[in-house]
């Protein structure tokens, strides 16, 4: 069956940097578009990244320039290199598996981690 288990997450001072990873088990992840989301306490969930099969990507302007999303074919793992961090930052942030041409449209993610949290203090 589909799993998708995030780790990485912790508390950082800002400026800091983190690598969040999201090892997916039951598909294989290069296979549809997979995305990372984070939900701050009060807010929606919202998108930060995805990454289509052809391994295109697009980032939220408020992370561009400082998240990189990369998969592993071999380990079938998402990660999400976070650097320059900003107290805004602060989130619970979830991995997801899409359909092939999800994107921004999130009803398309059918499939969630538990989410790892990041704090910036």
């Known amino acids: 069956h589909v799993q998708l288990v995030e780790s990485g997450g912790g508390s950082v001072q800002a400026g800091g940097s983190l690598r969040l990873s999201c090892t997916a088990s039951?598909?294989?992840?290069?296979?549809?578009?997979m995305g990372w989301f984070r939900q701050a306490p009060g807010n929606q969930r919202e998108l930060v990244s995805y990454?289509?099969?052809?391994?295109?990507?697009k980032y939220d302007d408020s992370v561009k320039g400082r998240f990189t999303i990369t998969l592993d074919n071999v380990k079938n793992t998402l990660y999400l290199h976070t650097n320059s961090l900003k107290t805004e930052d602060t989130a619970l942030y979830y991995c997801?598996?899409?359909?092939?041409?999800?994107?921004?449209?999130?009803?398309?993610?059918?499939?969630w981690g538990q989410g790892t949290q990041v704090t910036v203090s």
């Open positions: 997801a598996k899409g359909s092939e041409q999800a994107g921004y449209d999130r009803d398309e993610y059918n499939y």
């Open positions: 039951g598909f294989t992840s290069a296979g549809y578009c």
């Open positions: 990454m289509y099969r052809d391994r295109s990507t």
